[in-house]
C-alpha cells in the first residue's frame, strides 16, 4: 500500500548562489557529511547538492509533513548504493513520522529518483507499507525501516 508521494523540483543555479554566498553555513545546515562528501567529490557540485535538496523536500511531502512540524533538513539523507541507486535514510523526528504513519505488521520502504537537466533537478518519493508475511526474508529493500 502506499503511504505517501512526494515531488520536488530545484533549481540549480539557485543552490550554486546559496552555495556561493553561504558555503559552509548552507551544506552543514542542510547535508550530513555523507552528503557533502559526495557532492564535494562531484564535477557538477551544484547539481548533486540540488538533487538531495529535491529529495529532502520530496520526502517531507510524502511523509504529509513538509518541512514543519520538527522534522530537521538532515532528518533525510540521500546516499547510493554502489550501483549508484540512490537510498533515502531518515532520522530523528521524519523516522518517528514513519513510525506514526506505519501500520502494525508492515514494513515501510521509502522508494527515490533523482534526475537533473540543467538548469533543473527532480526528485520522487514514495513511501510504501509492505505486510511483513509477504516480506521475503533473503531480501533487503534499499531505504527499508521495519516499523
Known sequence: MILGVGTDL???DRIQGTLDRFGDRF???VFTETEQRKAERRRDVAGTYAKRWAAKEA???ALGTGLRMG???KDMAVS??????PVMHVTGWAAERLREMTPE???AI?????TDDHPWAQAFV???ARPDDEATPTLTYPGAARM
Open 10 to 12: 530545484a533549481n540549480i
Open 27 to 29: 551544506r552543514n545546515r
Open 59 to 61: 520526502c517531507s511531502k
Open 71 to 73: 522534522i530537521s533538513w
Open 80 to 85: 547510493n548504493l554502489p550501483t549508484g541507486q
Open 105 to 107: 505488521g508492515y514494513t
Open 110 to 114: 521509502i522508494h527515490v529518483t533523482l
Open 126 to 128: 514514495v513511501i510504501e
